[in-house]
């Protein structure tokens, strides 16, 4: 499939605020610095979509972008940032639990992680808590072009036995630098999802 369009609608924080026209959902969920606003920008060609920024841990809220007018693309907050109040983090945990549980439009999450490092304990819980909630998950290695072929293969397997990944589950490699195999991980996270044209 081609991501041809794609526009911001709304940031929301409580149930209430979320779109409700039914549409399918695929959300992107990872630490502060993995990168998740580039991947964002990256696979929809949009160069300012989500917001880059400088600061790690902005994205409090959860934005929802429609893609092709056809389904939404979910960008989650960035969890595990050390230079937040236990307070905020906690806020944040809701933020990204309410809108776990139980969302029938949720059709997938795309967990990202940083190639160059293995998964923290935050990203863990991440990928047990989607795991838990009964969506379909997709691990995504973000910065992969600072990696050579050897650091990939050693990369690949920390990753799965950090996260107990089974031979089913699917991890793609992206930087969203070079953007190689862009077409290939749009197919992958949506292909099945969106409506055929």
Do not use: C
Request: a positive charge.
């Amino acid at each position: 499939m081609r991501i041809k369009q794609s526009e911001f609608i709304i940031s929301a924080v409580k149930r209430d605020q979320y779109p409700k026209d039914d549409r399918v959902e695929v959300a992107f969920v990872g630490r502060s610095n993995v990168g998740k606003s580039s991947i964002i920008n990256a696979l929809t060609n949009r160069r300012k979509l989500a917001k880059v920024s400088g600061t790690p841990g902005k994205t409090r809220l959860i934005n929802f972008f429609l893609i092709n007018n056809d389904f939404y693309l979910v960008d989650l907050p960035g969890y595990g940032y050390a230079k937040v109040s236990k307070k905020e983090k906690e806020s944040w945990g809701k933020t990204i639990e309410t809108y776990l549980n139980g969302r029938e439009e949720l059709k997938r999450v795309v967990l990202l992680v940083d190639s160059r490092h293995k998964p923290t304990a935050d990203d863990i819980m991440m990928h047990e808590w989607i795991k838990h909630y009964g969506y379909d998950v997709i691990v995504v290695a973000t910065k992969s072009d600072k990696l050579s072929n050897n650091e990939l293969g050693k990369s690949k397997k920390i990753i799965k036995e950090t996260l107990k990944l089974s031979p089913e589950d699917k991890l793609y490699y992206f930087s969203s630098l070079n953007k190689k195999g862009k077409d290939e991980l749009i197919d992958n996270l949506f292909g099945d999802l969106a409506s055929e044209e």
